[in-house]
């Protein structure tokens, strides 16, 4: 009778989970392609460069010149006072460096989570529209058929995301239309001046 019992309830277990997993519908795609290829990180590229390139020339030229002093202390033997000239300029380099860097990295995290953002936005749209009840990373699973794999569908979609966001920040910066100026007011008759109307005070004086 125990056995019996046990051979029921495990088949009552395995009927339920092949009814459940019956109802998965599993999509898996690349992040990190992508991540890497969608719109938002080539303009996020293109800002940063723009942002900072000035910055990070002037950086590289002073990493050269300073470099370049190290191969003409080597070649002849410096005094003290150079030394200690260029320890303070290696020091200087070091602490602009080390500054841009930090305001480099906040920038690249910022970007890092605004696309986050919109590749899970993107995995919930593909979801509803296609009834997906789980989107998964690649680097997260085993093994999966090709037939799972919807990269190029998520990268359009998040292309499709991150244009919508774009229409959406413009249009809410966009500046409203002014109103238009008041018409001046007609010129009176004005006996004592001759017929002739005085001039009006321009506005804003």
């Given at each position: 009778m125990?056995?019996?019992?046990?051979?029921?309830?495990?088949?009552?277990?395995?009927?339920?989970?092949?009814?459940?997993?019956?109802?998965?519908?599993?999509?898996v795609f690349n992040l990190q392609k992508t991540a890497a290829e969608c719109d938002a990180l080539t303009e996020a590229r293109a800002a940063l460069d723009g942002k900072f390139g000035e910055q990070k020339n002037a950086?590289?030229?002073?990493?050269?010149?300073l470099e370049k002093k190290?191969?003409?202390?080597q070649a002849k033997k410096p005094t003290a006072k150079q030394q200690e000239d260029f320890a303070r300029e290696q020091r200087e380099y070091g602490?602009?460096?080390?500054?841009?860097?930090?305001?480099?990295?906040?920038?690249?995290?910022r970007i890092r989570q605004d696309?986050?953002?919109?590749?899970?936005?993107?995995?919930?749209?593909?979801?509803a529209a296609k009834g997906y009840t789980l989107v998964m990373d690649i680097a997260d699973i085993v093994y999966y058929t090709p037939d799972m794999d919807i990269?190029?569908?998520?990268?359009?979609?998040?292309?499709?995301?991150?244009?919508?966001?774009?229409e959406e920040v413009l249009k809410n910066t966009a500046p409203q239309n002014a109103a238009p100026a008041p018409a001046p007011a007609a010129p009176q008759n004005?006996?004592?001046?001759?017929?002739?109307?005085?001039?009006?005070?321009?506005?804003?004086?």
């Amino acid at each position: 009778m125990r056995k019996m019992f046990c051979l029921a309830a495990c088949l009552f277990l395995s009927a339920g989970l092949n009814a459940a997993a019956a109802d998965i519908n599993i999509a898996v795609f690349n992040l990190q392609k992508t991540a890497a290829e969608c719109d938002a990180l080539t303009e996020a590229r293109a800002a940063l460069d723009g942002k900072f390139g000035e910055q990070k020339n002037a950086l590289e030229k002073e990493r050269t010149r300073l470099e370049k002093k190290v191969a003409d202390f080597q070649a002849k033997k410096p005094t003290a006072k150079q030394q200690e000239d260029f320890a303070r300029e290696q020091r200087e380099y070091g602490e602009k460096a080390q500054a841009f860097m930090r305001l480099l990295q906040a920038d690249e995290q910022r970007i890092r989570q605004d696309i986050d953002i919109v590749i899970s936005q993107a995995a919930k749209n593909l979801a509803a529209a296609k009834g997906y009840t789980l989107v998964m990373d690649i680097a997260d699973i085993v093994y999966y058929t090709p037939d799972m794999d919807i990269t190029a569908d998520m990268l359009a979609e998040s292309n499709a995301v991150f244009k919508k966001i774009k229409e959406e920040v413009l249009k809410n910066t966009a500046p409203q239309n002014a109103a238009p100026a008041p018409a001046p007011a007609a010129p009176q008759n004005d006996g004592a001046t001759g017929g002739k109307a005085p001039q009006q005070q321009r506005q804003g004086r």
